[in-house]
């Protein structure tokens, strides 16, 4: 994986669409690191199983799902809407069930961290912004022409981003190095938050 070769040894949790074998190549490179598959693009693949009239009131019941406090009481949410629309969807929740652990890692995290970190859409959002740049230019005469482009809208949204904090993260920062404990154990390089 490119990662390790950039120097990372070390990760806490991945965040990930549903692409096949992804999980399995990051748990290759870093067995002990966490994973967590991205809960809007499960949702929205329920979804798109569901009949117009029901969609507002599955949505509501996967929220009761990921709203969850804890592994367990998400693992009895899921149960009971599994339930609850058997007859109509069968097969609905069955991937839900065989990746609750995968899709509910997030609940392993301090509370005010699990809004940022259960979905990928951020990093789509980042794509949006690439796209933005490719597509109002008709070409790039070079690769390295393109690479530049990319370059400096990096050094655009970085800007921006630098100045942002997530309030409170000082106060949780004792809970991560207590989690990043659990998972790398002590001693060792500081975890860099």
Same mark, same amino acid.
């Given at each position: 994986?490119?990662? /390790?070769?950039?120097?990372?040894?070390?990760?806490?949790?991945?965040?990930?669409?549903?692409?096949?074998?992804?999980?399995?190549?990051?748990?290759?490179? !870093?067995?002990?690191?966490?994973?967590?598959?991205?809960?809007?693009?499960?949702?929205?693949?329920?979804?798109?199983?569901?009949?117009?009239?029901?969609?507002?009131? @599955?949505?509501?019941?996967? #929220?009761?799902?990921?709203?969850?406090?804890?592994?367990?009481?998400?693992?009895?949410?899921? &149960?009971? @809407?599994?339930?609850?629309?058997?007859?109509?969807?069968? /097969?609905?929740?069955?991937?839900?069930?065989?990746?609750?652990?995968?899709?509910?890692?997030?609940?392993? !995290?301090?509370?005010?961290?699990?809004?940022?970190?259960?979905?990928?859409?951020?990093?789509?959002?980042?794509?949006?912004?690439?796209?933005?740049? @490719?597509?109002?230019?008709?070409?790039?005469?070079?690769?390295?022409? &393109?690479?530049?482009?990319?370059? !400096? #809208?990096?050094?655009?949204?970085? #800007?921006?981003?630098?100045?942002?904090?997530?309030?409170?993260? @000082?106060?949780?920062?004792?809970? &991560?190095?207590?989690?990043?404990?659990?998972?790398?154990?002590?001693?060792?390089?500081?975890?860099?938050?």
């Amino acid at each position: 994986m490119d990662l /390790k070769e950039r120097g990372v040894e070390e990760v806490l949790l991945f965040v990930f669409d549903g692409l096949l074998g992804l999980e399995e190549a990051v748990k290759q490179v !870093f067995p002990k690191t966490l994973t967590q598959l991205c809960v809007v693009h499960q949702i929205r693949n329920t979804l798109s199983y569901v009949r117009a009239a029901h969609k507002q009131q @599955v949505a509501s019941d996967l #929220k009761s799902i990921y709203k969850s406090k804890s592994l367990q009481q998400a693992k009895e949410r899921l &149960l009971m @809407v599994k339930n609850k629309w058997e007859k109509l969807y069968p /097969k609905l929740f069955n991937r839900w069930i065989d990746k609750i652990e995968t899709l509910m890692t997030f609940l392993e !995290f301090p509370e005010y961290l699990r809004p940022h970190i259960y979905s990928t859409n951020w990093l789509e959002r980042l794509n949006k912004e690439f796209r933005k740049v @490719v597509k109002t230019k008709n070409s790039f005469p070079t690769e390295p022409a &393109l690479k530049n482009a990319i370059y !400096f #809208k990096i050094k655009d949204i970085s #800007k921006y981003w630098d100045s942002q904090r997530l309030n409170g993260f @000082v106060l949780y920062e004792a809970e &991560l190095k207590i989690l990043w404990e659990k998972y790398y154990g002590k001693g060792g390089d500081e975890a860099v938050f």
